[in-house]
């Protein structure tokens, strides 16, 4: 994997943002997410019945601003504008395995997002770092300079890490997402999602709003209903790369009723 170069002038990239995530407590494993127990309570437990405010207020203050940027306006939205190809690269089968069903799940449940995994780093948009906790540094530091490896290890303190890049009309056109492999699974899958996801572009963390992944107190490991609103309505067509909030409000009432079949449909959700 080439290293993630600090962006030239003559590229006209703009390195928006990165996403962080805290470590969370290890916690017994197994191989299928569905049977992590930390991860079927929060199921039990997770809400699902949500109001347009609710979610328009997530998704707001998601796909707005940046919780860390280098360069570039944080206030249009950002997304990717066609296929997203992912690649991986380690060399553990089981997490590479783990991060594909990841990719599968968020497939499924995004409608309007063709996402999939690709075997070659050449036909990805989407490049993901699988490394031991102890290189996470030194690899972020291969990406963006020891100068501001540090600077993002002393504002966020990452146990993973997710950032991209997108062109003049704010289309996303490459993320990067490091994702550590010597953890439980539920940290792995956590981390995993939440970065994956983030580098779709609601990349700003928010502690205001207690349903969502993207905030750092909440630790899901799996696709939850809420985020799966957010998603939806960001990759909903109507929703386009450089729109305004203003913008983005003046659609919303009539993506939110597309959106909320498709996730009620998806979910099996009876409210």
């Given at each position: 994997m080439?290293?993630?170069?600090?962006?030239?002038?003559?590229?006209?990239?703009a390195?928006l943002?990165?996403?962080?995530?805290a470590?969370?407590?290890?916690?017994a494993?197994?191989?299928?997410?569905?049977?992590?127990?930390?991860?079927?309570?929060?199921?039990?437990?997770e809400?699902k019945s949500f109001?347009?405010a609710?979610?328009?207020?997530?998704?707001?203050?998601?796909?707005?601003g940046?919780?860390?940027?280098?360069?570039?306006?944080?206030?249009?939205?950002?997304?990717?504008?066609?296929?997203?190809?992912?690649f991986?690269?380690?060399?553990?089968a089981d997490?590479?395995a783990?991060?594909?069903?990841?990719?599968?799940?968020?497939?499924?449940?995004?409608?309007h997002?063709?996402?999939?995994?690709?075997?070659t780093?050449e036909?990805a948009?989407?490049?993901?770092k699988?490394?031991?906790?102890r290189?996470?540094?030194?690899t972020?530091?291969?990406?963006?300079?020891?100068?501001?490896?540090?600077?993002?290890?002393?504002?966020l303190d990452?146990?993973?890490?997710?950032?991209?890049?997108?062109n003049?009309q704010?289309?996303?056109?490459?993320s990067?997402?490091?994702?550590?492999?010597?953890t439980?699974?539920?940290?792995?899958?956590?981390?995993?999602?939440?970065?994956l996801?983030?580098?779709l572009?609601?990349?700003?963390?928010?502690?205001?709003v207690?349903?969502?992944m993207?905030?750092?107190?909440?630790?899901?490991?799996y696709f939850?209903?809420?985020?799966?609103?957010?998603?939806?309505?960001?990759?909903?067509p109507?929703?386009?790369?450089?729109?305004t909030v203003?913008?983005v409000?003046?659609?919303?009432?009539?993506?939110l009723?597309d959106?909320?079949?498709?996730?009620?449909?998806?979910?099996?959700?009876?409210?």
């Amino acid at each position: 994997m080439r290293a993630f170069n600090p962006p030239s002038a003559a590229l006209r990239f703009a390195l928006l943002a990165f996403a962080a995530l805290a470590c969370v407590s290890d916690i017994a494993t197994t191989a299928v997410a569905s049977e992590l127990p930390a991860i079927a309570s929060r199921q039990r437990a997770e809400k699902k019945s949500f109001t347009d405010a609710e979610i328009v207020d997530g998704f707001l203050k998601t796909a707005f601003g940046a919780e860390y940027h280098l360069a570039g306006r944080v206030d249009r939205i950002r997304k990717f504008d066609g296929p997203v190809r992912v690649f991986a690269e380690s060399d553990r089968a089981d997490r590479k395995a783990q991060l594909a069903n990841v990719v599968a799940d968020i497939a499924a449940r995004v409608q309007h997002l063709d996402i999939a995994m690709t075997a070659t780093a050449e036909a990805a948009n989407v490049r993901v770092k699988l490394v031991r906790d102890r290189d996470l540094y030194r690899t972020i530091a291969s990406f963006y300079g020891a100068e501001k490896a540090r600077e993002i290890r002393t504002s966020l303190d990452p146990q993973c890490l997710s950032g991209f890049r997108k062109n003049d009309q704010f289309e996303i056109e490459h993320s990067d997402v490091i994702l550590t492999v010597d953890t439980s699974d539920f940290t792995f899958l956590d981390c995993a999602y939440e970065e994956l996801l983030q580098s779709l572009g609601p990349i700003n963390d928010t502690a205001s709003v207690p349903w969502t992944m993207f905030n750092d107190n909440v630790s899901m490991g799996y696709f939850d209903v809420y985020d799966q609103y957010i998603l939806n309505v960001l990759y909903d067509p109507r929703i386009r790369p450089g729109m305004t909030v203003l913008e983005v409000r003046a659609v919303l009432p009539e993506v939110l009723a597309d959106v909320r079949s498709w996730v009620k449909r998806v979910n099996e959700l009876t409210e």
